[in-house]
């Protein structure tokens, strides 16, 4: 295929893909332009209703931000491809943007990958607000089964495990991000339960560049809950100096170009999902320009 006719090609696709949303992720997107730059999209769940979420992509993966202001039911498995770990972010008083990325504690990483739910937390705690914010993100660290039990328990951020012991056997290993449209007050948890392990991840957050941060309608309302003696936070009641956090669910691309399959230095281009184009140099032909013209 002529490079024109290529460009024709992904143009009418692009086209055909914004007016009938194709997309349903990031991921998507991505793969349908390696060249799409970081930012706000509009993207489908799976009964084709739109919602806004923020694509911060880097070279063949990025992270899916979904907006405080959706009201559609979210498919969170298209969102993501890795449960290995997600990016947390937080947006201080100052109006700064800091992340950590979030994982299962050393210990349990190869039996418990992280749990991310929309509106649900099937086989972990509930969340303490749910009645009155739902709907919510549920970011789940270790499933009742385990979190039930007195043991060492925590979160990983940034590379370092953050522990306490499970005192009282409380299952809560989670963090929940509320959507609250309408604007309820967060219960009070027994007016307590603050300790250093409710701040670490905020305090060792590293800067995020201010070309990358997030437009602030993606910041959410959070609950971080630890046991019963891990403590439970609440901004600003408890994380005082930070006002939102978001959820930034990973995605890994396999470039269908890496390696590439075009023959006899004939040039590949990804044209959407695991699709590719071969432009085949001067003298050959086929699919994979496999053929001597
Ligand atoms: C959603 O974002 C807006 C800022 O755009 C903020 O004022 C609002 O409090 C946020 N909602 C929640 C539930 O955090």
């Not at 880097?58 to 770990?85: C, F, P, R």
């Not at 349990?108 to 509106?119: A, C, D, M, V």
């Not at 979160?155 to 370092?160: E, Q």
Request: overall charge negative; hydrophobic content about 30%.
């Amino acid at each position: 295929m002529s490079k024109a006719m290529r460009i024709l090609v992904l143009t009418v696709y692009c086209l055909i893909g914004a007016v009938h949303g194709l997309y349903h992720s990031c991921k998507d997107i991505y793969a349908n332009d390696p060249n799409s730059v970081s930012g706000t999209y509009q993207i489908m769940n799976r009964k084709q209703e739109p919602f806004t979420v923020y694509c911060d992509f880097y070279a063949d993966y990025g992270y899916t931000y979904i907006a405080n202001t959706t009201s559609v039911h979210i498919d969170i498995d298209d969102l993501y491809t890795s449960k290995t770990h997600a990016m947390v972010r937080h947006l201080n008083l100052a109006g700064r943007q800091k992340e950590t990325k979030m994982e299962q504690i050393s210990k349990y990483s190869s039996q418990f990958p992280l749990s991310f739910q929309y509106n649900a937390n099937v086989g972990y705690a509930m969340p303490y607000n749910h009645q009155q914010m739902a709907p919510y993100l549920y970011l789940g660290f270790l499933p009742l089964t385990v979190a039930q039990n007195r043991n060492q328990q925590g979160y990983r951020s940034n590379g370092v495990d953050y522990l306490f012991n499970n005192c009282d056997s409380n299952p809560n290993s989670y963090m929940a991000f509320y959507f609250n449209h309408n604007h309820h007050v967060a219960l009070n948890y027994a007016g307590c339960c603050d300790s250093t392990l409710m701040h670490d991840w905020v305090t060792h957050g590293t800067d995020v560049p201010s070309s990358r941060y997030l437009p602030q309608e993606f910041y959410f309302f959070f609950e971080l809950h630890m046991g019963g003696c891990g403590g439970y936070a609440i901004p600003p009641t408890i994380i005082h100096d930070v006002q939102g956090a978001a959820l930034g669910l990973r995605f890994d691309y396999e470039n269908p170009c890496v390696p590439s399959p075009c023959q006899n230095g004939g040039s590949c281009y990804p044209n959407g999902g695991n699709q590719f184009i071969c432009e085949c140099s001067e003298g050959f032909t086929g699919t994979l320009c496999q053929n001597i013209a």
